[in-house]
Structure formats: C-alpha cells, structure tokens
C-alpha cells in the first residue's frame, strides 16, 4: 500500500472560531447513522451552518468569499469530545485538506492523521492574525510547509507545530499506519502468545 | 526503581517500536459497537483482511436501539440498517455479539465490565471515547476511530504515542449526597476540559479506596472529558471481588492465580508520575454543568460565574454558554426550571446508580408534566432492578421505565429533546446538540440529582429535597 507522500498543501483558508469546538458540532449525532463514511462531507458543522428549517445561517463555511477553502482555521482544544472518525471523515468530505487551531482533543488528532490530513498546532495571535488576512483577501493562497513547521500567506510565515511522529508519518507516506502494523504480525503472535487472556479458553 | 501500572501494561504489550518512533501496541480486548464498526468491517473487505483474533472482539448494539419499541425492524430504516450490519460482520467474522435476544446487551462500557470481559493488566480498545470507563479495573483503555478499530480488527493492535501520566489523589470522605460523578465534574472543572491532554490519569488516595468498583467506573468514564484519553485506578481486593464468578472471568480454578498477577500490575509505592494532583473529599459538593461543555461546572449552591470571575482565556466559551444556556451569569443554577429528566448512560447507568435513587424516591412523585425516564445501562442491569423491584419504585414515582441502550445520552435513537428543552441528566456530555435538538439544554449532574429535579420540577439540591444530612 504506497500513500503519498505530505510534506506541502496548499488552498485557501476559512476561520471557524471558538474554543471547545467538540465532535457533536462538527457532525451532529444524527448523521452517523450510516455504514459508509460517504456523503458525510454535507454534514459538516450542519447545525452550526443550518436552522431547523435547513435554512443557512450566517457561517463562515456558508459565505461564498470563503467557498472551496481547504485549511480550516479554529481555536483551542478543537475535535474534542467522542472518538467519532465522523469528524475529521466529514471535514474532509466536505473538502478540507488540513487543519490549524491553538491545540487539538488526541482521538480527533490522530484520526485526522491517519485520514492523511494534517492538523498543526500555531500561537493563539497567530490563527487570528492569519484569520484577518484570509478575511482581508479570502482567495489568497495558504501554503503549508509540514517539513519545516511552517504556514505562510503572501509574504508572511508563521511558525506551526506538529508533533514529530505526525510530521514524520506524513512525510513519509506512512499516515495510515496499517501497511506497518501488518508487517510486524509474527511479532504480534510472539507478544500475544505471552499473555494469559489471550489464550482460547 | 518502581513502575506505574501504565508502564508495566504498557510493556507487556509492546510489540515493538515502528519506523516513525510510536509504538506497535497489542490491544488484548477490542469492544464494537454498530456506529463506529461497520466503515471499519467495510475497510478490511476492501484490503482483503480477516479479523486476526475473532476471539478477542466482543460486540453489542447500544446507541441507536429505540427504548421503547424493541420488535425488528425498528421504524428507523437507517438504525435497522446498521443494527442488521452489525449482525452480519459478527456472524462472518466468528465474533461474540450480544444481540438483543441475548438478555445481555446493553451500553457497550457497562457489557464489558458486567461479563467480566474487562479485566485488570489488560489493554482494552473500543471505538468509543468513554472507553477509558474500563480503566477502573487497572486496564488501560482507549477511544479509538474508525481506521484504528480497522486496525485492531486485522492486526489486534494499534500505533500508539506513549502518554505521560498523572497521578490524581483524592482523599477523605465524601459528605453525604456527594457522589463519585461529583468528584469528576470537580476534577474537571479544576483541571480544565483539555488539562489531560497527553495524560494518562491515574486516579488514587483514601476515596477511590473507599469507593465501589462501580463509582472507579463512573470517574473513569469521565476522563476523556477532562482531556484524558485514559483513566485508571490501580486493582485490588475490590476489583477482585466484583470480577469473581462473572461469565468471562477466569474460571474459579484458575482465579487465585489469576489475581496474583493482576495484583503485580498495580502500581509500586515507589514509582514515579510525570505530575501528581491532589483534592480533599470534603471541599468536594455536589456538582452541576451551567454551560456546554463539562468543565463549565459549579457546586449546587453558587451563582453561575460572571464574565468578570473568569480567566480571560474562558470567556469566549462563557458568552457561548450563557447564549445557549439561556441562563443568567451571576445568578443561582438552583431553581432553574427543567422540562426532562434523564437517568441513564455509561456514567451513571449502572444498578448502584439506580439503587441510591430508587431509595430515596419511593413513595415520591414526579412533578406533572415533566417528562422523566429511566434507561438501564445493560439489559443486565434492567433485569436486576426489576427482580429487587426497582423499576416498579420508578414507575410508581412516574418515571418511564425503559430498555437498555445510550438512549438520550447523545439521542441518536428517538429519545431526544425537542426545541430548546432543558435536561437534567446524568450523562456525560452537555455539547450544543447532544441530546437531539440544536437548541437543546443539558446540565450534568449525578443520578441522585437528576432524581431531585424530576420532583421538584427545577434543578436543586438533592439534600435538601431528600434530607440527607451530614
Ligand atoms: S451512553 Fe453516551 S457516552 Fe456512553 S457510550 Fe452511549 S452515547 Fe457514548
């Protein structure tokens, strides 16, 4: 299994703002009644973005300055809440390709990994810094340098982190960690063989 | 120098270290349930992968079964797509599921711990954030997503960053209507809803002791709302006693022998955490949420906090709160009218939780009008209310009585709020939208709580209500 390869992204940019910003606002409980991840991306942040008669609100992911923006822009402790791969499935269903935000809940951080979608941590003066260009010139262009911990927009840079095994595994073409599991399974037997509750009864 | 129980699990279960520096980790006990596993069963057919140990995965279906209606199919085409699903990957798979014929579904973190399936120095998975509720059997636990339920499906195990881990003591004794909920939500409103973040919690001291394995389990389950991926509390003689003679436990031939290994993977007096916390029992009072998100926590009898009492840092979340909330900073939450009450969930869900309500509220009633129901956590834990004859106490007192499952913990199954509705619940999650309605309110606080709000019709002091005195 080769997975390419991400060490650059590039796309325009939309700010979400808030901290806290939990699994259940970017896709409501209701949706997950599928057993596909397809057609998820629509639901993104849906009662946020909708009212209850599906009418939009005002949203930055509804203003049509910022559509087709892939780099989502928030605040601290983003994604948290439930384990739901619903989330980072239907933001990037919904087309974003990374993710930037004062710090992010675990689960969503390594689940947004493993869907091969960046998420770097940057200065809380940063994002909103950042935030006032794109909304100055929202079609400007975001570049993402994930080798160098670098997010720049026009001729600004900021400094972003994230963490060395994420920077790592992305680089390399090894975010989705199955290929690596499955090579280590004579090891698995070994360290399971081991155990006492691992045995048939 | 001495280990942490997470170190020595830990090792035990390394299976080795992979190219880009985190761990392979042999997850012993994988748990499924019908939302987080069918795009995970999808995965492996696409890859062409079999399910490594069939013997290791243990499945139930508990957020989307109605509570009321339980004939199939259920009139939601969508829930009855996925309970059929299910049904399928774990009958292809040779998979143990607990299906609603079986008399022992219920709330995938109740199951587990009931059947005995849970158990001390293991690593247990589920793809389900309050899976660290198994902690409380010195186990260490993980939510997991979807790519990794995939993942242990086919390989029973996962890449894992090793956390640090804090130790978090609570000692004394709690006063009386204060419960083990309480001193979560405290520990939360204390360290902040992402001050676990990279944290293994390690609970101990005089009160966990003291508690029950069942109240470990109610603080457990709450550590991933303070950021913690995991939480434990190290075995002893009462873990031991509540795991003996249940289905999957070791037999009682190998049990003894069973128990002297679980005892060395407790933690050594002389280990070391990478932080150590501490709270007194007694500054501890009974708990309730006034904003949307479970940090957001205030003892009964203080006034919901003013933008100016709070750290610069919180406001912005506050004024989202106070918006949602619709409640007053400044004022009292006590006498905040409510339209539901909720007993119920993988917190607070268990036979203990339905006990100390059905005590107090015997010959009581409900307030007219309001809507309050009862959702047993397992059909386990229904089927003993039922013989001790809790669940009629309940129903006299005008609560519903219900089936097992999730039910309005999260609302995907038709127990929801409608409008703007405000729960009083004992769940664990007050996020906008979580009990089924946009605009819907959620406070959280413990069973016994909720109970005094079913009665009175307003949030209030459940010691007051019932004369619990110290
Ligand atoms: S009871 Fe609530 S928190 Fe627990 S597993 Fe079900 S939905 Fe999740």
Redesign the pocket.
């Known amino acids: 299994m080769s997975l390419a390869k991400i060490s650059q992204l590039a796309g325009t940019g939309v700010y979400v703002a808030g901290d806290d910003v939990d699994t259940d606002r970017i896709i409501p409980a209701r949706f997950m009644k599928c057993v596909t991840f397809d057609g998820l991306g629509e639901f993104a942040f849906y009662d946020e973005r909708f009212d209850a008669n599906n009418q939009p609100k005002a949203h930055p992911m509804n203003d049509p300055q910022f559509a087709g923006a892939s780099i989502l822009l928030s605040g601290r402790n983003f994604g948290c809440g439930?384990s739901r791969e619903h989330a980072p499935q239907a933001l990037y269903r919904h087309g974003f390709r990374a993710v930037i935000a004062e710090s992010f809940a675990e689960i969503f951080f390594g689940n947004s990994i493993t869907l091969g979608m960046p998420c770097l941590v940057m200065d809380g003066r940063d994002i909103r810094a950042l935030a006032e260009l794109i909304a100055e010139a929202p079609q400007s262009e975001i570049n993402i340098d994930i080798t160098a911990g670098q997010v720049g927009i026009a001729d600004v840079t900021f400094p972003a982190m994230i963490p060395s095994h994420a920077q790592e595994a992305l680089i390399n073409g090894r975010w989705d960690a199955i290929a690596d599991l499955l090579e280590g399974l004579n090891a698995v037997h070994a360290t399971a063989d081991r155990l006492p509750y691992m045995q048939k009864a | 120098m001495g280990k942490t129980l997470f170190d020595k699990v830990w090792a035990a279960h390394t299976v080795r270290e992979l190219p880009n520096g985190m761990t392979q980790l042999l997850i012993g006990t994988h748990l499924i349930?019908e939302v987080t596993s069918p795009q995970a069963f999808g995965m492996l057919r696409d890859l062409n992968l079999k399910v490594l140990y069939p013997h290791r995965t243990f499945a139930t279906v508990?957020?989307i079964v109605p509570t009321d209606e339980r004939e199939e199919p259920f009139s939601d085409k969508l829930a009855d797509a996925m309970i059929k699903e299910l049904r399928k990957n774990c009958a292809e798979n040779d998979i143990k599921f607990f299906d609603l014929s079986s008399g022992h579904q219920g709330?995938?973190?109740i199951v587990g711990p009931e059947q005995g399936i849970t158990q001390p120095g293991t690593t247990i998975a589920c793809g389900?954030?309050?899976t660290s509720t198994h902690g409380a059997f010195g186990s260490i636990a993980f939510g997991i997503g979807t790519s990794q339920v995939r993942d242990v499906l086919a390989t029973q195990t996962m890449a894992l960053h090793k956390p640090k881990v804090r130790r978090i003591n609570v000692n004394g004794k709690l006063s009386p209507g204060v419960y083990a909920k309480d001193v979560i939500l405290h520990i939360i409103r204390m360290l902040g809803v992402n001050g676990g973040l990279g944290y293994a919690y390690e609970y101990g001291g005089s009160t966990f002791d003291a508690f029950t394995q069942e109240e470990r389990m109610t603080v457990c389950?709450m550590s991933i709302e303070g950021g913690a991926r995991v939480g434990y509390v190290n075995p002893d003689q009462t873990t031991f006693d509540y795991l003996r003679g249940r289905p999957y436990a070791p037999a009682q031939a190998h049990f003894d022998a069973a128990v002297d290994q679980w005892k060395a993977f407790a933690s050594d007096a002389d280990c070391t955490y990478d932080d150590i916390v501490n709270f007194q029992a007694s500054d501890i009072g009974p708990t309730v949420t006034w904003g949307i998100n479970p940090g957001q926590a205030i003892f009964i009898d203080e006034n919901i906090p003013a933008l100016a009492d709070l750290p610069a840092k919180d406001r912005g979340t506050a004024e989202e709160a106070y918006a949602h909330m619709k409640l007053r900073p400044g004022t009292p939450i006590k006498g905040t009218k409510i339209d539901v009450a909720f007993l119920?969930?993988?917190?607070n869900?268990r036979i203990s939780d339905l006990k100390e309500v059905a005590q107090h509220i015997q010959g009581k009633k409900v307030k007219p009008g309001l809507k309050a129901i009862v959702v047993p956590?397992s059909q386990g834990v229904s089927a003993i209310a039922e013989a001790m004859g809790l669940a009629e106490i309940f129903r006299e007192a005008g609560f519903e009585w219900r089936g097992a499952?999730?039910?309005m913990?999260?609302a995907?199954n038709p127990d929801k709020l409608i409008g703007d509705q405000l729960c009083a619940s004992s769940?664990?999650?007050n996020f906008k939208g979580r009990q089924g309605s946009p605009t819907g309110r959620t406070v959280l606080m413990s069973p016994l709580m909720v109970a005094a709000a079913a009665l009175t019709g307003e949030i209030s002091d459940a010691r007051e209500v019932f004369g619990i005195h110290g």
């Open positions: 439930s | 349930h508990d957020h709330i995938v973190h389900d954030s309050h389950n119920g969930s993988c917190t869900g956590g499952g999730c039910s913990c999260l995907m769940s664990n999650r």
